[in-house]
């Protein structure tokens, strides 16, 4: 389980550096950008953005913080050549 606490860590870290969320499926989830994510106390919320306008999202993924098994970081090569 991952405390929302951390993951707010992450979001409001400065400069903000990409990270994937780890899931205990086996599922990982990027996020790019702090603007793609809302904590809940129980869940995550990961928006997936609309590629010509960043405030309007496309879908949305609902994540237990329960089934989250780590948070490791992106490095900027990962990051690009995911895109």
């Known amino acids: ?5 951390e993951l707010l860590n992450y979001l409001k ?3 903000f550096r990409p ?8 599922e990982h989830f990027d996020v790019r950008h702090p603007e793609m994510v809302r904590v809940g106390r129980n869940v ?13 999202f496309d879908r949305w993924e609902t994540l237990s913080l329960m089934l989250m098994e780590r948070i490791s970081q992106l490095n900027a090569t990962v990051a690009a050549d995911e895109k």
Request: no cysteine; hydrophobic share 50%; charged share 10%.
């Open 44 to 56: 995550l919320i990961l928006f997936t953005m609309v590629s010509d306008s960043p405030d309007l």
């Open 19 to 26: 990270f994937r969320i780890h899931m205990a499926s086996g």
């Open 1 to 5: 389980m991952i405390a929302p606490q």
């Open 13 to 15: 870290a400065q400069p």
